[in-house]
Protein backbone atom coordinates (compact mmCIF):
# COMPACT_ATOMS: atom_id res chain seq x y z
CA UNK A 1 0.00 0.00 0.00
CA UNK A 2 1.58 4.03 -0.80
CA UNK A 3 1.54 5.80 2.46
CA UNK A 4 2.94 9.22 3.04
CA UNK A 5 0.29 10.85 0.26
CA UNK A 6 -2.54 8.88 1.49
CA UNK A 7 -5.00 10.83 3.43
CA UNK A 8 -6.00 9.65 7.11
CA UNK A 9 -9.82 8.82 4.96
CA UNK A 10 -8.16 5.25 3.95
CA UNK A 11 -6.03 4.49 7.06
CA UNK A 12 -6.23 0.92 7.60
CA UNK A 13 -8.72 -0.55 10.11
CA UNK A 14 -7.43 -2.20 12.79
CA UNK A 15 -7.67 -6.04 12.72
CA UNK A 16 -10.92 -8.07 12.60
CA UNK A 17 -12.84 -4.74 12.50
CA UNK A 18 -15.89 -5.41 9.84
CA UNK A 19 -17.92 -2.65 10.50
CA UNK A 20 -16.97 1.27 11.34
CA UNK A 21 -19.13 3.77 12.60
CA UNK A 22 -17.90 7.34 12.78
CA UNK A 23 -18.69 9.16 15.85
CA UNK A 24 -20.03 12.81 16.48
CA UNK A 25 -16.59 13.64 17.79
CA UNK A 26 -14.82 11.91 14.96
CA UNK A 27 -17.09 13.94 12.67
CA UNK A 28 -16.43 16.93 13.98
CA UNK A 29 -12.37 15.95 13.92
CA UNK A 30 -12.64 14.57 10.09
CA UNK A 31 -10.65 11.76 11.96
CA UNK A 32 -11.91 8.61 10.85
CA UNK A 33 -10.35 6.79 13.83
CA UNK A 34 -12.70 8.21 16.21
CA UNK A 35 -15.57 5.60 15.78
CA UNK A 36 -17.32 2.69 16.95
CA UNK A 37 -15.68 -0.75 16.15
CA UNK A 38 -17.52 -3.83 15.07
CA UNK A 39 -15.38 -6.71 15.16
CA UNK A 40 -15.85 -9.63 13.39
CA UNK A 41 -16.01 -13.37 15.64
CA UNK A 42 -13.22 -14.99 15.45
CA UNK A 43 -14.21 -17.87 17.63
CA UNK A 44 -16.94 -19.03 14.97
CA UNK A 45 -19.93 -18.34 16.74
CA UNK A 46 -22.30 -15.22 16.13
CA UNK A 47 -21.87 -12.62 18.68
CA UNK A 48 -20.24 -9.48 17.54
CA UNK A 49 -18.32 -7.34 20.23
CA UNK A 50 -18.54 -3.90 19.80
CA UNK A 51 -16.62 -1.06 21.54
CA UNK A 52 -15.60 2.71 20.87
CA UNK A 53 -12.11 3.62 20.12
CA UNK A 54 -12.92 6.55 22.59
CA UNK A 55 -14.78 6.43 25.38
CA UNK A 56 -15.06 3.14 27.27
CA UNK A 57 -19.06 2.59 25.89
CA UNK A 58 -18.82 -1.24 24.89
CA UNK A 59 -21.79 -3.86 23.51
CA UNK A 60 -21.83 -7.71 22.96
CA UNK A 61 -24.95 -8.52 20.40
CA UNK A 62 -25.53 -12.19 20.69
CA UNK A 63 -28.95 -12.31 18.96
CA UNK A 64 -31.52 -14.25 20.09
CA UNK A 65 -31.15 -17.44 22.26
CA UNK A 66 -33.42 -20.84 21.46
CA UNK A 67 -33.09 -23.52 19.58
CA UNK A 68 -35.75 -22.57 16.98
CA UNK A 69 -33.30 -20.78 15.50
CA UNK A 70 -31.07 -21.40 12.82
CA UNK A 71 -27.36 -20.72 12.66
CA UNK A 72 -28.32 -18.61 9.63
CA UNK A 73 -30.82 -16.30 11.83
CA UNK A 74 -28.91 -15.25 14.84
CA UNK A 75 -25.96 -14.30 13.03
CA UNK A 76 -28.13 -12.02 11.26
CA UNK A 77 -30.30 -10.56 14.14
CA UNK A 78 -26.54 -10.48 15.85
CA UNK A 79 -25.14 -8.33 12.98
CA UNK A 80 -28.29 -6.48 12.66
CA UNK A 81 -28.62 -5.76 16.77
CA UNK A 82 -24.42 -4.76 16.40
CA UNK A 83 -24.59 -2.29 13.52
CA UNK A 84 -27.68 -1.07 15.23
CA UNK A 85 -26.39 -0.30 18.48
CA UNK A 86 -22.95 0.70 16.89
CA UNK A 87 -24.69 3.47 15.02
CA UNK A 88 -26.48 4.91 18.21
CA UNK A 89 -23.81 5.14 20.23
CA UNK A 90 -21.93 6.98 17.28
CA UNK A 91 -24.27 9.39 16.70
CA UNK A 92 -24.29 10.59 20.10
CA UNK A 93 -20.73 9.52 21.24
CA UNK A 94 -18.85 12.90 21.94
CA UNK A 95 -15.94 11.57 23.66
CA UNK A 96 -12.39 13.12 22.24
CA UNK A 97 -9.47 10.92 21.89
CA UNK A 98 -6.29 11.83 24.35
CA UNK A 99 -4.18 14.32 22.67
CA UNK A 100 -0.64 11.76 21.65
CA UNK A 101 1.43 14.65 20.99
ZN1 LIG B 1 -18.10 6.44 22.71
Redesign the pocket.
Known sequence: MPSSTQTTQSAAWPEGVIARYL?DAGKALADPTVA?DIHGNSSGGSALRVT?R??P?EYTAFGPFGTCFTDEYVAKAAADDAHQRAQA??EK?R?LPRPTA
Open positions: TVCVCWHACA
